[in-house]
């Protein structure tokens, strides 16, 4: 099975997202989430988290990056077909400007698989 790491996209920071969000609001995106998740069972290697606070390091110094990625999962299926299939209805399209990135985990020579 290959792994794909995907990358949620969005036009609002996760960290704005979950600080304007009232309780409810909050919960029942949590519950969208939870529903996709049932959906997708077998399919997650790691659900992810929300991220934030993105930094471009390059040549040994930091700085504040405008990355619009938001969070990320890890999923497996038998082909990229079948995770974009899996990614239709995905409670992150209610978001701002959301999309999703799809990459495909490549086997690195003489690296044990995992």
Known sequence: MKKYLVLYKSSVSAVEQ???APPEQAKAGMDLWM???KKAGSAIVDLGA???NP???AGGSSNKSDSN???FSILQAN???AIV???KDHPHFKAPGAS???LEFLPMPGMPQK
């Open 18 to 20: 979950m600080a304007k």
């Open 35 to 37: 529903s996709w998740s």
């Open 50 to 52: 929300p991220l934030g």
């Open 55 to 57: 930094m471009k390091v």
């Open 69 to 71: 990625v938001t969070g």
């Open 79 to 81: 082909s990229s077909k």
């Open 85 to 87: 299939d899996l990614m």
């Open 100 to 102: 999703i990135e799809v």
